[in-house]
C-alpha cells in the first residue's frame, strides 16, 4: 500500500488513484494546495498496484541513450502561434491527432473556472484550451484511465502533461506499448501549488475588478522575449499585463518558492525520457538557423521512431521546421537536467499564506519597490525600442562574465 513519508517522494501524478482496482485512493489538497494519495484502508485489499504504477517508487534515475532526432518548429498560423507559449508545436501535433480521428488529453481550465486539469479534446476548436503554459499543478483525475479506454478502442490518442505525468502514464499502463499513443512532455522548470493561484485570483478580483475571462502565464502582449502574466477582463480596459520582474504570482515562480516539494529533487529531469516527444522553448533561434523569427519558436526532442514519423508529417502540413542535431539542441538546457533549488523561505512562504489576507500575503513577499518599478520601466522601454533580446543578451553576457571572475 501506498505510503508517503517525505512529501518530496510523491510528485502527484494520480496513478495511483486511476490504478486501484477498489477505487479506495483519493487524492487530497493539502495545506499548501497539492494533492496526496490518501487510502481508505478499510476498502484497501493490500493488493500492492499503487506501489507498482508509482513512478517514483519505480523511478529508474538516467535510462540508457537511444536515437534522437531534433527540430526548431514555428507553427505558420499567427494566431495559434501568438496564443502558444512558444512556436505552436504542441497545437500542430494536436491537431494531426484529431485529423486522424482520435482524441488528445492535455492541461486547460475547467470549463468556468481557473481550476487546471487535464480533459479531452476531439475537435480542432477544442485544441485552444491547452494552448500557453500554466504554471500550475494541473490535477490528472481519472485521465489515464480514460486514455486505456480510448486505447482500447484503437483510437489515435495523445497524452501530453509535464514528465512527472508522463512517467505516471507510462507506469499506469505497466509499460505496455500502445503503437496508437503519442505521449508529449515538457521541459518542466517546476510545478507551481493551485493554493497560492487561488490566493493570487482573489487578489487580482479585488483589485483589478471586473470578470475574468483569460489568465495566461506566458502571453506574448509584451513579445516572445518579455513574456507576461496576463489577465484578461470582460471590460477590456482592465486588462492587466505583468511580466516576471513585477508580477507576483511569476516572482514567486521563478524564485522557487511555490512549487510543489518533489520537485525540488526531480526524478524525471534526464534527456533520455519515456516520451514520444518532449518540447521546450528556444528563446534565441538565431543561434541555430536565420530562418526563423524571434516570435517564439519551439525546440522539439523525439525519443522514438514513432515520435520522429509523427513530427516528420506534421511539420509538412503545419509550418517552418529546421532540424538541428540533438546534443546542440539540448545543450546548456538546465531545466532538462537539474531540479530548481528550493527557496530557503519556503515553509515562511506557505506559513504566511495560511494566516494572511492575500492583499497583506503577496504585498509582504513581492512588495513593489523603487527597483522593482524601475526594472520594469526599462523592459518596457526596451521593448517599445525594439531592442529588448539584444539588450537582454548583452546583460546575460555581461553577468555571466562577472560570475565567471
Ligand atoms: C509548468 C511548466 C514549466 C515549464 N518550464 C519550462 C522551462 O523551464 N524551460 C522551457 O524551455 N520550457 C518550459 N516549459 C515548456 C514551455 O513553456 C512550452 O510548453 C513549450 O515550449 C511548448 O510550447 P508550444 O508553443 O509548442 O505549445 P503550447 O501550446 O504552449 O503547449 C501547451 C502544452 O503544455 C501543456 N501544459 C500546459 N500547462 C500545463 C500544466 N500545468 N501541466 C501539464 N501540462 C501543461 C498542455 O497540455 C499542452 O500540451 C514549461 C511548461 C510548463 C507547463
Known amino acids: 500500500m501506498i505510503h508517503i513519508e517525505n512529501k518530496q517522494d510523491c510528485c502527484g501524478c494520480w496513478a495511483c488513484h486511476n490504478a486501484c482496482p477498489k477505487h479506495c485512493i483519493e487524492m487530497k489538497e493539502d495545506e499548501e494546495g497539492f494533492c ?11 493488493c500492492g498496484v499503487c506501489d507498482k504504477v508509482c513512478p517514483i517508487v519505480n523511478a529508474t534515475g538516467e535510462d540508457t541513450p537511444h536515437h534522437q532526432e531534433g527540430f526548431l518548429f514555428q507553427n505558420s498560423d499567427s494566431l495559434i502561434r501568438r496564443e502558444s507559449t512558444s512556436g505552436g508545436a504542441f497545437t500542430a501535433i494536436a491537431a494531426e491527432i484529431i485529423h486522424r480521428g482520435g ?3 492535455g492541461a486547460g481550465y475547467r470549463p468556468g473556472t481557473f481550476i487546471v486539469e487535464h480533459q479531452p479534446a476531439e475537435t480542432i476548436d477544442d485544441l485552444r484550451i491547452f494552448r500557453n503554459s500554466k504554471y500550475v499543478q494541473s490535477r490528472v483525475g481519472t485521465a489515464y484511465s480514460d486514455v486505456l479506454a480510448q486505447l482500447r478502442t484503437g483510437r489515435p490518442v495523445c ?10 502514464l507510462r507506469h499506469f499502463l505497466r509499460g505496455r506499448e500502445y503503437m496508437n499513443l503519442i505521449c508529449v512532455d515538457l521541459v518542466c522548470h517546476g510545478i507551481p ?13 479585488q483589485q483589478i475588478g471586473g470578470r475574468f475571462t483569460n489568465i495566461l502565464f506566458r502571453d506574448k502582449h509584451y513579445g ?4 507576461s502574466m496576463s489577465i484578461y477582463n470582460s471590460e477590456e480596459k482592465k486588462n492587466y499585463h505583468k511580466g516576471v520582474d513585477s508580477d507576483a504570482y511569476l516572482r514567486a515562480f521563478f524564485s522557487n518558492l511555490s512549487d510543489r516539494p518533489s520537485c525540488y529533487s526531480c526524478r524525471f529531469k534526464k534527456r533520455y525520457r519515456h516520451s514520444d516527444i518532449t518540447l521546450w522553448d528556444c528563446f534565441s533561434p538565431e543561434q541555430f538557423t536565420d530562418k526563423l523569427d524571434g516570435n517564439g519558436t519551439t525546440r522539439i526532442l523525439t525519443h522514438t521512431a514513432k ?7 506534421v511539420v509538412a502540413k503545419a509550418g517552418t521546421v529546421v532540424n538541428v542535431e540533438p546534443d546542440k539542441l539540448t545543450h546548456g538546457v538546465r531545466e532538462m537536467f537539474h531540479s530548481v533549488p528550493m527557496n530557503l523561505q519556503r515553509s515562511d512562504f506557505f506559513r504566511d499564506s495560511n494566516a494572511m489576507a492575500p492583499a497583506v500575503f503577496f504585498d509582504k ?7 522593482v518599478r524601475l526594472n520594469t520601466a526599462v ?13 537582454k543578451r548583452i546583460f546575460m553576457l555581461f553577468y555571466t562574465r562577472r560570475d565567471e571572475r
Open 159 to 168: 497524452f501530453s502533461g509535464t514528465p512527472c505525468q508522463v512517467e505516471g
Open 379 to 391: 523592459r518596457i522601454t526596451c521593448h517599445r525600442l525594439g531592442i529588448y533580446n539584444v539588450a
Open 224 to 227: 516572445y522575449h518579455y513574456s
Open 103 to 105: 482524441i488528445v488529453f
Open 193 to 205: 501549488s493551485p493554493h497560492i493561484l487561488s490566493l493570487y485570483i482573489e487578489r487580482a478580483k
Open 307 to 313: 515520435g520522429t514519423e509523427f513530427i516528420n508529417e
Open 365 to 371: 513577499w513581492f512588495p513593489t519597490t523603487l527597483s
Open 36 to 46: 496526496y494519495p490518501q487510502i481508505d484502508t478499510h476498502s484497501c485489499i493490500g
